[in-house]
């Protein structure tokens, strides 16, 4: 047991700090918090960004979750692949430089899984490999889909 | 094994007219204005997959998943289908698309099919772990969540990692 | 106890439907679960927004979910007027067209009451009497402050 | 009473070295990168109107606030001070500026200071009543925060209408 969770523990280990590099020019990675009890002792998501000092991921501010949390996810994939994603505005409290650097990732893991990804934001949308824009005619919700470079104006009455 | 289509009817905010998606192997984006129908969208992916929890579908009990905007005649159901690429036979069935209904009456009550075939929920589950197709994995983030993950304690970080081995 | 508590219901309520329209081009207004036990039943947050049935707030989008809560928020200020807000990225959530309702909105109260709002969002940016732009320089944080009016381009290194 | 000024000294991001922000009457907007500190200017405004919460201040215990960004030295404080207009007299104190001060030592001890001289928490607490200045009303939304009023059950909607009246 302890094999298998420390084998796993190290692939997603590894694969985070590749994609959490990749995000921010800064590093990320897992510790155990006593390798000698693993089983009830917890795993701390450390992360460093750029000029900054090392700090556990839940004191860090809301953009920097974001994009750990984000790292942490993908990381999975190397342990347990699954096919698509469903993500829904998580680019929501990104800046304009992170929401690139996501953007870009993104459009490249598209080409390992599928993503269904819901965002307002006009770099995520200017990278996608299809569009549907939805909108509502009488409170009842329509769907078109858009080829990509085609400009999207979000409708309004 | 992607999602090739998605067909939605009298879900949520989508009418009785069937709504269909071809959605593409990539990057899928989907936009518009607040309350046009996004994460109803995501909500009927995860509700064909089986999820059963009102809170994760955002309503109060699962008969308010169907759409509240048609006549309100007897009998009104809600159903979603999803149509898989199953070229690799990731899902343990011998077709090249494999299609996964769920139908939801005014009772409450559910039916799943598989390629037109009525299944009971629990083999179909079976059947999509498998494959590694879940609807409450980390591969799903609902609006405003993204965080939580960053936010976990250690004990939580650690039974997360021990959960996908 | 019910006349004061009746007396501010209304107030509130009224304040809610003029803030709601002004927002949405639709309507929103309070119910209460059980007039003939007022301290024993609840208060729903009624909202229609234009072309749609009227649903509680509960079951609405996020983003409408955004909308009426900041409608109900400035209505409270018709019984307790507290002399600033302090609003930390409220308008994630919005997308183009609620975003410059709620701006002009909030440019409006301003003149009222003191406001201090972090955004990420160009439009707010664009309405701001002062504007504060933080920045980080060795792991500590700086704040310089902006005219309005002079373009901003948010850093990135 | 609006705020005119706000003062940081080594609390969370920013440094010993003092940060000042002269605040307008009317709409004050702070934006900058993911990480820069915004967040943590809201938090300074609670901590010095009295907020004990270390989970409304984003630490896991007060002492986190002092800024570990500074040289380790001993005997490290962090200290945030507000100065109001107080020409109309909304506060009860006969002057027409009003500043206020908390400062926070390592062990976690706080000190208030109104107008330069030293005062109890409570004391200040009352002072700041009769004023409606508040770090916890209804007139501040964390971050993340905005859509959890629309979320409300119908009985906690109530408590909010009776506890503001
Ligand atoms: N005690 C402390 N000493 C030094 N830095 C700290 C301290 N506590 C938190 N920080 C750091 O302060 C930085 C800024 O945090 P803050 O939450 O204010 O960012 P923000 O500008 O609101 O970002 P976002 O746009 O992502 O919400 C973070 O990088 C965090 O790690
Ligand atoms: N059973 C139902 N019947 C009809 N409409 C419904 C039903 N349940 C929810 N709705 C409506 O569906 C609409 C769309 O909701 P949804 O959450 O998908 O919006 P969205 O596009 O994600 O918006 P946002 O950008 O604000 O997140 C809402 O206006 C909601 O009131
Ligand atoms: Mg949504
Ligand atoms: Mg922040």
Redesign the pocket.
């Known amino acids: 047991k302890r094999r298998v969770f420390i084998n796993s523990f190290e692939k997603v280990d590894k694969e985070l700090r590749t994609i959490f590099n990749k995000l921010t020019g800064g590093s990320a990675w897992l510790e155990i918090e006593d390798p000698n009890d693993i089983f009830s002792s917890g795993i701390f998501l450390m992360t460093q960004?750029p000029d900054?000092a090392p700090?556990e991921s839940t004191?860090?501010?809301?953009?920097?979750k974001t994009i750990t949390a984000l790292a942490f996810i993908l990381s999975i994939q190397s342990v347990y692949p699954s096919p698509f994603y469903l993500f829904d505005e998580i680019d929501a409290?990104l800046?304009a430089v992170n929401l690139e650097r996501l953007a870009e990732l993104l459009k490249e893991r598209s080409k390992r899984s599928q993503i269904i990804l819901v965002t307002l934001r006009p770099p995520m949308i200017a990278r996608a490999s299809a569009i549907y824009g939805t909108y509502n005619e009488d409170s009842i919700s329509k769907v078109v889909r858009y080829k990509p470079g085609v400009e999207i104006v979000v409708r309004s009455s | 094994t992607l999602i090739k289509r998605l067909e939605i009817h009298n879900f949520k905010s989508f009418e009785s007219k069937r709504v269909s998606l071809q959605l593409d192997g990539g990057l899928n984006v989907i936009t518009g204005p607040n309350g046009s129908g996004k994460s109803n969208i995501i909500d009927s992916i995860r509700f064909c997959l089986g999820e059963n929890s009102p809170k994760a579908l955002r309503v109060s009990r699962l008969s308010s998943l169907i759409s509240d905007t048609g006549p309100k005649t007897d009998g009104r159901s809600a159903k979603v289908t999803m149509l898989f690429d199953n070229s690799r036979r990731a899902i343990p069935v011998d077709s090249d698309t494999v299609s996964i209904s769920r139908e939801l009456k005014e009772n409450g009550e559910s039916t799943y099919f598989l390629n037109g075939k009525r299944v009971q929920k629990g083999s179909l589950s079976e059947i999509l772990d498998l494959a590694l197709i879940s609807s409450e994995g980390l591969n799903v983030i609902p609006q405003g969540m993204v965080t939580r993950i960053s936010e976990l304690l250690p004990d939580e970080k650690r039974r997360l990692i021990e959960s996908i081995i």
Chains 1, 3 share one sequence.
């Open positions: 960004f900054k700090r004191s860090t501010s809301g953009g920097e409290h800046d």
